[in-house]
């Protein structure tokens, strides 16, 4: 599905680095989120924005900060990377039909 | 803020049998109810939703139930085959939200 993509889809960093994650839409929609899926804790919603420049935080935002400059992108920034924000990322974008489209997942590794 | 439990965590099911998934919220305000399948390695995606002005909806061999007095809807799927082995996410949203509560996840596991 052309719609949504991330980047990377696999990163491998160590302890105290900055990391950015990439989410990038071509449909033009209104809202965007990030979660991080761990065993155990299904999907749990990191921020999500609702506009450009407008974000807000979810329910596991701490050591993350969001950017959104143009409605196609959305980053993500974990400014100093720790082993329990090792999980698999993933971005989703709100359709028209209240459907949450995810994008394909990033897997990040923090040694 | 909503609240959603989903049970079984794992459900184990032979090839042909029904396999039945529920979930309650807490919100009596949510209005709209997807399921999600997400396969191993790939992302979650949108099998089948209900909306609380329906109490049940079909497509083809899944189907889900909403009890908007008990605050529970359940998945349901007839007639499993092994590619329907997959974590299963229900999820609710209030009126006016657009943001989703996710439930934990079932994996299902359909052996031949």
């Known amino acids: 599905d052309a719609g949504i993509t991330q980047s990377p889809r696999h990163k491998v960093t160590e302890t105290g680095t900055p990391v950015t994650l990439r989410c990038h839409q071509t449909?033009?929609?209104?809202?965007m989120y990030w979660y991080r899926q761990d065993p155990g804790h299904g999907l749990r919603l990191i921020h999500y924005?609702?506009?450009?420049?407008?974000?807000d935080k979810g329910e596991v935002s701490d050591g993350y900060s969001v950017s959104r400059s143009k409605t196609e992108d959305f980053l993500l920034t974990l400014e100093s990377a720790t082993s329990s924000q090792t999980s698999v990322y993933f971005c989703?974008?709100?359709?028209?039909?209240?459907?949450?489209?995810f994008g394909p997942g990033t897997r990040l590794t923090v040694l | 803020g909503e609240n959603v439990e989903q049970h079984p965590s794992t459900l184990s099911v032979q090839e042909g049998d029904s396999a039945v998934i529920k979930c309650t919220y807490s919100?009596?305000?949510?209005?709209?109810f997807p399921w999600y399948k997400q396969e191993l390695g790939k992302r979650p995606q949108l099998i089948i939703d209900?909306?609380?002005?329906?109490g049940e909806k079909k497509d083809q061999r899944i189907a889900v139930t909403l009890n908007k007095t008990a605050k529970h809807f359940s998945l349901h799927i007839t007639e499993t085959q092994p590619e329907d082995s997959a974590v299963y996410f229900c999820a609710a949203r209030g009126g006016g939200s657009y943001i989703p509560t996710f439930g934990r996840g079932t994996s299902l596991i359909v052996h031949p």
């Open positions: 989703a974008i709100n359709r028209a039909d209240n459907e949450q489209f």
């Open positions: 449909e033009n929609h209104r809202y």
């Open positions: 924005s609702y506009g450009v420049k407008d974000t």
């Open positions: 919100d009596s305000a949510s209005n709209y």
């Open positions: 209900i909306r609380s002005n329906v």
